[in-house]
């Protein structure tokens, strides 16, 4: 069993800050990409950002210059720091890890339970 945990979610004001972690645990043999999507109500999940296990990194461009992710790979957690928080940044923030067990020969995408974001005017 893998499970992915994400804390720091909450309620902030325009202009402040927040970090979201998310911790795997479980079954692990390795991780290649670990990334943060979230999802507004009435919208797609979008891709925020994401870091590979080479930490090769990519953002959407609604957030680049203000979020920032890393990653720790001895203690198997992403972050995602969020900076100069907008209104339009008010979601669900979901965790996701590209996984590989052992035994296992591919890596399976997991996903957190999902973590609220609320960035008030």
């Known amino acids: 069993q893998v499970q992915l945990v994400e804390s720091g979610g909450g309620l902030v004001q325009a202009g402040g800050s927040l970090r979201l972690s998310c911790a795997a645990s479980?079954?692990?043999?390795?991780?290649?990409?670990l990334n943060w999507y979230r999802q507004a109500p009435g919208k797609q999940r979008e891709l925020v950002a994401g870091i590979t296990s080479g930490e090769s990194i990519n953002y959407a461009d609604s957030v680049k210059g203000r979020f920032t992710i890393s990653r720790d790979n001895a203690k198997n957690t992403v972050s995602l720091q969020m900076n100069s928080l907008k209104p339009e940044d008010t979601a669900v923030h979901y965790c996701?890890?590209?996984?590989?067990?052992?035994?296992?020969?591919?890596?399976?995408?997991?996903w957190g339970q999902g973590t609220q974001v609320t960035v008030s005017s």
């Open positions: 479980g079954s692990i043999a390795s991780i290649n990409a």
């Open positions: 996701n890890a590209h996984i590989r067990r052992p035994g296992d020969y591919i890596f399976y995408a997991y």
